[in-house]
C-alpha cells in the first residue's frame, strides 16, 4: 500500500471533523479526558515511528483507565534516542507493530477528549498511522497543554512552556522522564493545574478552553465580556462605542454564539481587531426568524452607516439607465426614478456598472450616444459614430422621429418590461462577429457589457414582480415544527412572526396583518423599499420549503421576460471567471432554434 502524502497540521485544524467549536460544550469538570503521549524514533510523521503510547483516561480528578505499550517502529532506533529514553532496540523487538496496537488505542480514545502536550505532534504520528494502516481518524477534540499554558501562565511564573517545567510548577507527584506512560502521567498534573488557572479567566467549558487555547489578540480577550448574557435566538447585534454610537451591526440566527465567534483565534481581519478596541457593549435586537434579522441589519445599515460595515451602507446612491423623452431619446444615468412616463432600467450600484449595461445597449440597438438636445428643425453636425455607420445620424435628420422610435428606442422599452431577446441576440451577434475575427479581447468586453445588462433586466424584472403587489403572505416550517410567518407589501417586510410549534398558524398570522406596517405604492421597482430588501426576501420566498398562504393579486413574470436568459448568464459569468474565451454561450429564442457562440 502506498503510504499517504502527510502535512504538519496546527493546532486550529485539531480541534474537531469540521473545526469547529461547540458553543453548547460540556463543562470541563464532566469531561473525560484521555491525556496521550508519544515516544518516537524522531523522524516526521509517516505512518510509522512510534516507538511507545502512553495514555491515561480522566474525569473530574478521578483516573478511570491507563493504556499503555511499547511498539515496535519497524525501523532501526537511533542511538540519541535511546540515551533520551531509555528504550533500546532489544526492548522494542518483540513489541506488538503500530497496526495491531491502533484499534485498542482508538477504543481507549472513543468519545473522549485528546490531550496532549505539543498536541499536533502526537496526533501527526497517530493520524499518519491511522492514514498508512486504514483506520479512519475518529477527529477526537483536541486540547494542547502547552497551548494552554502560554495563555494562562506568564513569564514571571515559569521560564518556558515545556513538560518538565510545567510539571513542577504544579508539583506533579510523576517526574518526566520521556517515557510514555510517565510523560502521560505528569500531562495529567499539568492538566488539572491549568484548569484549575482558567478559572479565574471565567473558562469552565470545554469550548471555552479550546479558545482559550488559540492565538488571540489582546482586544478580543479584554472584550470576551460583551458576548455574555446574550440570546441564543435569530436577530441582529450590535457594536456600540463609549459614545453610543454603532460601530457595526451584523445578523444571525443565534446572536449569542455569532458574537462569540467575535472573541476567538477565527476571527483575523484588521477591521474587525479595530472595531472590537473601540466597542464598549452589543446590544442585541430579537427578531422573530432569520428573514426578519435580515431585513432590520439592513435597515440599520442603511440608517447609521456604521464606520466597520463595509456593504449595504448607502442604499440611496444607486443610480439608473433613463431612456430620456425626447424626438430622438438617448440614454442617460440618473440618480432618482422619477414617475414621468420615461423607461428606466436599474437600480445599479454605481455609475460604472450602468454605463457598462449602457454600451451593451449600444452594441444592440442604434441608441445614440451623444448629449446634445437635438431640434427637429435644424441639422446638428454628425459625429465619428455616424460615419462608422454605428448611428443613424438623427442629428443631420438621416432618420425619421418614428423610424428612429422603432429601431432604436422601441427594444430597449420592451427589453425592460418584456422580451429582451431581441437585444441579447444582436449583443450575441456581435460577440460572434469578434470571435471570428479571432479579436477575443474585444468579444471579452462585449461579454461584460452583456453580463452587466443581463443582470440588470432579470433583477428589474423580478423585483417589478413583487413590488407591484399590495400584499403577499407567506410561511415556511422553522426548525422547532412552528411557522415563520412573512407579510409583504410592495417588496417591503411590513411584519413578521413565529407560529409555536403544536399549534395553528391563523391566529398568528391573523395578527401579524393587524399589526403590519402600512406601504404606501410608489413608481419603479424599489419604491418601498431598497433592492437589497427586496431581493432578501425574493430568496427567502424561492425556498422550496416556503409556502404561500394568500396574495392580493397575482404574482407574474413577462412569460418571455429576462428571467429565461438565467442560464445565459450564469454560463458567461463563470467564463469570466475562469477566463477562458472557448467557453460556448447559448441562447435559444424558439424551442427549434439555437443558437451557439463562442466567446
Not at 491502533?102 to 497517530?126: I, K, S
Not at 444607486?318 to 426614478?337: H, N
Not at 409555536?500 to 399589526?515: E, I, K, S
Not at 424599489?526 to 426576501?537: C, K, M
Request: contains cysteine; hydrophobic residues 40%; aromatic residues 6%.
Amino acid at each position: 500500500m502506498a503510504q499517504p502524502a502527510y502535512v504538519q497540521g496546527t493546532l486550529d485544524t485539531l480541534l474537531s471533523a469540521d473545526g469547529s467549536v461547540d458553543p453548547a460544550a460540556v463543562s470541563l469538570s464532566d469531561t473525560t479526558f484521555v491525556v496521550l503521549d508519544l515516544e518516537t524514533t524522531g523522524g516526521a510523521p509517516d505512518g510509522g515511528g512510534i516507538t511507545e503510547i502512553g495514555a491515561v483516561k480522566v474525569r473530574g480528578g478521578a483516573v478511570l483507565g491507563e493504556f499503555g505499550t511499547l511498539v515496535n517502529p519497524g525501523e532501526p532506533l537511533p542511538p540519541f534516542i535511546t540515551v533520551l529514553t531509555g528504550i533500546t532496540e532489544a526492548m522494542l523487538r518483540p513489541a506488538p507493530p503500530i497496526e495491531t496496537v491502533l484499534p485498542t488505542l482508538l477504543e481507549f480514545l472513543r468519545g473522549a477528549v485528546l490531550v496532549a502536550h505539543n498536541a499536533p505532534y502526537d496526533v501527526g504520528f497517530l493520524k499518519a498511522a491511522c492514514a498508512r494502516h486504514g483506520y479512519p481518524w475518529p477527529s477526537p477534540r483536541v486540547l494542547d497543554t502547552a497551548a494552554l499554558a502560554r495563555r494562562a501562565l506568564t513569564r514571571d511564573e515559569v521560564p518556558n512552556r515545556k513538560l518538565g517545567t510545567l510539571a513542577h510548577f504544579f508539583r506533579s507527584t510523576v517526574e518526566p522522564n520521556h517515557r510514555a506512560l510517565d510523560d502521560a502521567k505528569a500531562t495529567v498534573d499539568v492538566l488539572h493545574g491549568l484548569i484549575e488557572r482558567l478559572g479565574s479567566f471565567r473558562i469552565h467549558t470545554l469550548g471555552d478552553a479550546i479558545e482559550f487555547a488559540k492565538a488571540i489578540t489582546p482586544a478580543q480577550r479584554n472584550r470576551r465580556h460583551l458576548a455574555d448574557n446574550l440570546p441564543h435566538v435569530p436577530g441582529v447585534y450590535i457594536f456600540r462605542a463609549a459614545d453610543d454610537r454603532p460601530l457595526y451591526v451584523g445578523t444571525s440566527k443565534d446572536v449569542a454564539t455569532r458574537v462569540k465567534s467575535y472573541f476567538t483565534a477565527g476571527e483575523k481581519r484588521a477591521r474587525i481587531s479595530e472595531m472590537l478596541t473601540a466597542a464598549v457593549r452589543v446590544e442585541a435586537v430579537e427578531c422573530a426568524h432569520s428573514l426578519e434579522a435580515e431585513v432590520r441589519e439592513l435597515r440599520l445599515i442603511a440608517a447609521h452607516s456604521p464606520p466597520y460595515n463595509r456593504r449595504s451602507k448607502f442604499p440611496e446612491r444607486v443610480v439608473w439607465l433613463k431612456l430620456t423623452a425626447e424626438a430622438f431619446p438617448r440614454l442617460s444615468v440618473v440618480r432618482r426614478f422619477a414617475e414621468d412616463g420615461a423607461t428606466y432600467l436599474g437600480p445599479f450600484s454605481s455609475r460604472r456598472t450602468a454605463e457598462l449595461a449602457a454600451a451593451g445597449v449600444y452594441d444592440a440597438v442604434p441608441l445614440r450616444q451623444c448629449n446634445h438636445k437635438l431640434s427637429l428643425r435644424t441639422r446638428t453636425p454628425a459625429c465619428a459614430l455616424a460615419e462608422l455607420g454605428r448611428c443613424p445620424a438623427p442629428c443631420e435628420h438621416e432618420i425619421t422621429p418614428e423610424e428612429y422610435d422603432v429601431r432604436a428606442a422601441l427594444p430597449f422599452r420592451t427589453a425592460t418590461s418584456g422580451d429582451p431577446g431581441p437585444v441579447i441576440e444582436a449583443v450575441l451577434a456581435r460577440i460572434e462577429a469578434l470571435s471570428d475575427k479571432q479579436r477575443y479581447e474585444e468579444a471579452a468586453t462585449v461579454r461584460s457589457r452583456l453580463i452587466a445588462l443581463l443582470r440588470a433586466l432579470i433583477r428589474m424584472q423580478r423585483l417589478e414582480a413583487l413590488t407591484r403587489l399590495p400584499e403577499i403572505v407567506a410561511a415556511r416550517r422553522d426548525d422547532k415544527g412552528g411557522w415563520e410567518i412573512a407579510v409583504i407589501r410592495h417588496g417591503r417586510l411590513a411584519a413578521a412572526a413565529t407560529s409555536p410549534p403544536r399549534a395553528h398558524p391563523r391566529p398568528t398570522l391573523d395578527a401579524a396583518r393587524l399589526t403590519a406596517e402600512t406601504v404606501l405604492p410608489g413608481p419603479g421597482p424599489v419604491a418601498s423599499a431598497t433592492a437589497e430588501e427586496t431581493e432578501r426576501i425574493l430568496a427567502w420566498l424561492d425556498r422550496v420549503d416556503t409556502r404561500l398562504v394568500e396574495t392580493s393579486g397575482d404574482w407574474v413574470s413577462p412569460a418571455r421576460g429576462a428571467a429565461r436568459f438565467s442560464t445565459l448568464l450564469t454560463r458567461a459569468e463563470s467564463a469570466t471567471s475562469v477566463q477562458d474565451s472557448t467557453v460556448r454561450l447559448s441562447v435559444t429564442d424558439r424551442s427549434d432554434d439555437a443558437r451557439s457562440l463562442r466567446l
